[in-house]
């Protein structure tokens, strides 16, 4: 599933074609995809202006002059194609821009989805308003994370799955910053020491960082918009690499599954 990075990574790249253009014309090709098409979504949008892209967690932002945002998520597969040699069964929302760039939106197993939502209320739209602090904002600190684990049980590498604790964080990332921190995965999250916490924080912050610069995880069906795929996975440290030796300590990289999720750690490393 794409996550953070990706959703970042194709934000920019959107933004190189959308950003100012008038969307001359938008086209559904099929009814839904995880739900159904806002049925407003190609008369709202058809000759509105892109006033800028941004992203919340794992969702990317389109706003348009028509204080209306369109609103997607790339679900397990999803992901953008720009000015394709032809369109694909599989591309289900298609933008053209008045400079004549075609952007598609092709997802094959169509997890993904598509809304239109107030921009003024887009704080309060319903997937958003219990959303944590995102992770490469100045609202994730180590005193943030200290008060909102504190007395918690469940394990850190959960506490940190849940969207109203950190938004957008996702396995991959995860696991990767635990390792940097020093932290085991199965540690109940109230139980992480103030240091712990205020390692954790950049190491979240620096994997994310990275792992943009990268372009991203190709990991199953993910490229971005260009086609390029992204290479942050020859840089995993944990992630996907049972048994092979740690970076750090040469012990065999372990696997878990955690709330039926993967979990790569060191051991010895992570405590």
């Known amino acids: 599933m794409p996550e953070l990075p990706e959703v970042e990574t194709t934000v920019r790249g959107l933004a190189r074609y959308l950003d100012g253009e008038r969307l001359a014309r938008v086209e559904t090709r099929r009814g839904d995809l995880r739900r159904p098409f806002p049925p407003e979504l190609v008369q709202v949008l058809t000759g509105a202006t892109v006033t800028g892209l941004s992203r919340r967690a794992k969702y990317g932002l389109i706003h348009t002059d028509r204080r209306q945002t369109m609103v997607f998520h790339l679900g397990m597969s999803g992901r953008w194609r720009i000015d394709p040699d032809e369109l694909g069964k599989h591309d289900h929302l298609v933008l053209e821009t008045g400079s004549r760039h075609l952007l598609a939106l092709c997802d094959p197993r169509r997890f993904g989805s598509v809304d239109l939502v107030p921009t003024e209320g887009l704080d309060n739209w319903a997937p958003f308003a219990a959303m944590g602090p995102e992770p490469l904002g100045p609202g994730l600190t180590a005193a943030y994370l200290n008060e909102a684990l504190a007395g918690r049980g469940a394990a850190i590498k959960l506490m940190l799955l849940d969207q109203r604790i950190v938004a957008g964080l996702g396995n991959i990332y995860v696991c990767e910053a635990l390792f940097r921190a020093g932290i085991s995965p199965v540690k109940a999250s109230g139980k992480v020491t103030a240091a712990a916490l205020a390692r954790l924080v950049p190491a979240i912050k620096a994997v994310l960082a990275e792992a943009i610069e990268a372009g991203g995880s190709t990991l199953r069906d ?47 490393c992570q405590k």
């Open 222 to 268: 993910y490229a971005q918009p260009d086609g390029e795929l992204g290479y942050f996975s020859k840089q995993f440290d944990v992630y996907d690499r049972e048994g092979q030796p740690c970076v750090r300590c040469a012990a065999p990289i372990r696997r878990i599954v955690q709330g039926g999720r993967s979990t790569w750690y060191c051991a010895k």
